[in-house]
């Protein structure tokens, strides 16, 4: 990759999805023409990660970004930073759960991710792990005619954010969404069924302090490209939050940008208590203290007395006084693992899913 902007590097891009329409096998194309229309060159849309430790409120972002005709939103995480090393990338990235069920053995599909991957060699890093993914969903599903920028969405990613900054240039934009811990354990140990031990919740915390830590660090050193979305806030009061969200991408206003869909249909799993009695494709807020009932009370104030000062941070009032020498520890910890950055080896467990 160059470091230019937008998805671009030094290779051919005349493969699958190099030119505008996703030409594939056989002289096969995408739905970009079937309009008249050219789907856009994935090297002409600038780049927007969404980011943030999992179960924080990622995948309602990213269901609020969908429907926006300047936006192309692939339907899945890439995961590039699990698999860009692998000696064989495509093999990895196929044999994830999500993409084995979506590109069956022998589909043209498949086919078509595979010749993607191959013209986007040698992959090594995550920057080339995204590119060839986008490239790979290109190929399947082109981008449609309007869309400026593409959106990538991996919890985990955010430990990859200063890099992605660095390789997609100036014009790239990263949206880390914060949530109360309190909350986020809880979801994480609903959908997981981990966390809710001593040792678990100390795992945890420090995680999430180590995702404080970078999301803090990214808005100090890329103000114009980084931007914080409170969970709470964006479920209390979706539109000017998305306002907000919209003026940083550069994109125009759309009612579309409250209304969650996956794919273009309407989507209500922001939270892991079930829909929205109100309705599949309403932002439900019902699981902003449903740890309370979800966590022990004394899981729910140990945690909070380990991230006390992060917490009020960001306005959470934790209920507790900080922990002593443990929390330093964490702090430690935290520090530690935000300094690894990329250094660290790609983590497979809570980060590896959706949030």
Known sequence: ??????????RD??????????????????????TGEQAPRLDALQGVFIVGVARSGTSLLKALLDGHPELWVPPAESFAIDWCR???????????????????????ERRLVRLAFAARQPISTPAQGVTAFLHAMAAVRPPQPGARRWVEKTPKHLRAAPH???????????????????????????????????AGMRHFARRW?????????????W?????????????????????????????????????????????????????????????SGNSRERYLDELPPALVRD???????????????????A?????????LSAARAARAGLATSPDRSADASDG
């Open 303 to 321: 945690v909070a007395r380990l991230l006390a000062p992060r917490m009020r941070h960001w306005g959470y009032d934790p209920q507790v006084a």
């Open 223 to 283: 103000p114009q490209q980084f931007l914080a979305v409170r969970y709470e806030d964006l479920v209390a009061a979706p539109a000017p939050v998305m306002q907000s969200v919209a003026r940083h991408l550069g994109i125009a206003w759309n009612e579309v940008l409250v209304q969650p869909t996956r794919e273009a249909r309407p989507w209500g799993g922001n939270s892991s208590y079930g829909t929205d009695p109100q309705g599949a494709a309403q932002v």
């Open 13 to 34: 891009t005349r493969g699958p999805a190099g030119a505008s329409g996703a030409t594939g096998e056989e002289g096969e194309t995408g739905a970009g023409g079937a």
């Open 164 to 198: 992605f900054l660095a390789e997609f240039g100036p014009g790239t934009r990263v949206l880390a969404v914060v949530r109360d811990p309190r909350a986020v354990l809880a979801s994480q140990a609903r959908r997981w069924d981990r966390g809710r031990t001593p």
């Open 323 to 331: 922990a002593g020498p443990r929390r330093w520890w964490l702090e």
């Open 209 to 221: 302090a180590t995702g404080d830590r970078l999301v803090r660090t990214g808005l100090r050193q």
């Open 1 to 10: 990759m160059s470091g230019a902007r937008g998805v671009t590097d030094t």
């Open 86 to 108: 692998a000696p064989d990338p495509a093999a990895a990235f196929l044999a994830l759960p999500r993409y084995a069920q979506m590109f069956p053995e022998d589909s043209r």
